[in-house]
């Protein structure tokens, strides 16, 4: 799943309910770390 523009966190939920391999998130570095703090927070994301 690739996001020219960028995500942000309201369209999490949604991106779940559709399913990923992997996202790439394009030049909005903002939206990049507001999504990695979010998936962080509900610890979606393992390390």
Request: hydrophobic letters at 45%; a negative charge; glycine letters at 12%.
């Amino acid at each position: 799943m690739i996001f020219g523009g960028g995500v942000n966190c309201e369209d999490i939920e949604q991106i779940l309910n559709i399913g990923f391999d992997g996202i790439l998130i394009g030049d909005r570095i903002e939206s990049l770390v507001e999504t990695y703090q979010y998936l962080l927070k509900d610890t979606l994301v393992l390390m």
